[in-house]
């Protein structure tokens, strides 16, 4: 008798092939969804316009980070932990700031966490950290949380982008 149950229980646990699984086709049907919406933000291969194609923070990582610098002259990027508080509390600024300079300035962000080796590569200890590049190099940095204000001045003065009007007028 323990044989018989044995066997329908294994008979149940092993169910319908994954062909004929209504289910399991529709959780596939998801990842396969998502991975290719993941693939698409942003490119890493061509560089230009389909690496960032308008105002906000980038996410960005080892691959996509050299690209991005080549398509932008002049990038602010924000160096981030999900769990930093100063962190969160800086990236709303961030994203205001660079829906205010586009296309004039790029920006990105690098998630501290899965990236450290981009975060050691520039001698950053401390988040939030941004930095900022011109041609593909590092002018300016600054550490901890900065007033929309303070950002936007930091930004004319590293950038200096041709498309916005000095304030020193």
């Known amino acids: 008798m323990s044989g018989t149950s044995s066997g329908t229980q294994g008979a149940k646990v092993a169910g319908p092939s994954p062909e004929e699984d209504p289910e399991l086709e529709r959780i596939r049907a998801e990842l396969l969804r998502e991975l290719r919406e993941s693939s698409a ?45 100063p962190c969160r509390a800086l990236s709303p600024i961030v994203e205001r700031m660079s829906a205010r300079f586009w296309p004039g300035v790029a920006f990105g962000k690098v998630n501290t966490d899965e990236e450290p080796g981009l975060a050691a590569g520039w001698g950053v200890q ?19 949380v900065l007033t929309p204000e303070h950002l936007e001045a930091r930004i004319r003065r590293s950038l200096s982008p041709p498309e916005l009007p000095s304030q020193e007028a």
Do not use: K, M
């Open 41 to 85: 933000r942003p490119n890493p291969v061509g560089g230009g316009p389909e690496v960032s194609e308008g105002p906000g923070a980038v996410p960005l990582n080892q691959g996509t980070l050299g690209p991005f610098l080549r398509a932008h002259p002049r990038v602010v990027l924000d160096l981030w932990a999900p769990w930093c508080g």
């Open 126 to 144: 401390s988040i939030p950290t941004l930095l900022f590049f011109r041609d593909g190099r590092l002018v300016d940095r600054t550490v901890g």
